[in-house]
T-cell receptor, first 111, second 115 residues
Framework: SQQGEEDPQALSIQEGENATMNCSYK?????LQWYRQNSGRGLVHLIL?????REKHSGRLRVTLDTSKKSSSLLITASRAADTASYFC???????????FGAGTRLFVKA | DARVTQTPRHKVTEMGQEVTMRCQPI?????VFWYRQTMMQGLELLAY????????DSGMPKDRFSAEMPDATLATLKIQPSEPRDSAVYFC?????????????FGAGTRLSVL
């Protein structure tokens, strides 16, 4: 079974709008990461948030983490057509090196 | 520009044939991961190595799949014999265990079609 479960499964928005994706997980984590995958390509690391952090920013990306609820969210502000891709959350368990990816959210940004 | 290199990019084969996929991790990285991605199952971890030693291959069907790292610059994933249900995109990723972050750098994948 997968550790991270994203929702929504798919999201369609207009360029300029904000996109929010959520991720829930089941066990204790060392950190949580978000990756992006363009069609036909490999995953690319976007941002990492440690278990003792609550919020992280990188450019137009904002990630929050609530360890009490075992959930995270990724916000992309002022979206662009080029943000169209699948976004995956990935958790790294405490004491281990194993990373488990969620099922992903497919984001479509209409120009 | 350091990147993970996977070959071949595409492979079409017939059921029963052996398939070998290769991965060159980023120079200096000491962990290698193999994933399989399908629409139905998403991204599944098949195996991972640290310092060329296999740490976990519990996600890999043992009867037909095998993963090795003959040296630090090459990882291989073999399927013998291949079956139509093995059709998927196979990704290799590498990283640095010392960073304690486990950020992974992915190759472009091998798209496998078994007829």
């Amino acid at each position: 079974s997968q550790q991270g479960e994203e929702d929504p499964q798919a999201l369609s928005i207009q360029e300029g709008e904000n996109a929010t994706m959520n991720c829930s997980y089941k066990t204790s984590i060392n950190n949580l990461q978000w990756y992006r995958q363009n069609s036909g390509r490999g995953l690319v690391h976007l941002i990492l948030i440690r278990s003792n952090e609550r919020e992280k920013h990188s450019g137009r990306l904002r990630v929050t983490l609530d360890t009490s609820k075992k959930s995270s969210s990724l916000l992309i502000t002022a979206s662009r057509a080029a943000d169209t891709a699948s976004y995956f959350c990935a958790t790294v368990n405490t004491g281990g090196f194993k990373t488990i990816f969620g099922a992903g959210t497919r984001l479509f940004v209409k120009a | 520009d350091a990147r993970v290199t996977q070959t071949p990019r595409h492979k079409v084969t017939e059921m029963g044939q052996e398939v070998t996929m290769r991965c060159q991790p980023i120079l200096g990285h000491n962990t290698v991961f193999w994933y399989r991605q399908t629409m139905m199952q998403g991204l599944e971890l098949l195996a991972y190595f640290r310092n060329r030693a296999p740490l976990d291959d519990s996600g890999m069907p043992k009867d037909r799949f095998s993963a090795e790292m003959p040296d630090a610059t090459l990882a291989t994933l073999k399927i013998q014999p291949s079956e139509p249900r093995d059709s998927a995109v196979y990704f290799c990723a590498s990283g640095l265990s010392q960073s304690a972050k486990n950020i992974q750098y992915f190759g472009a994948g091998t798209r496998l079609s078994v007829l």
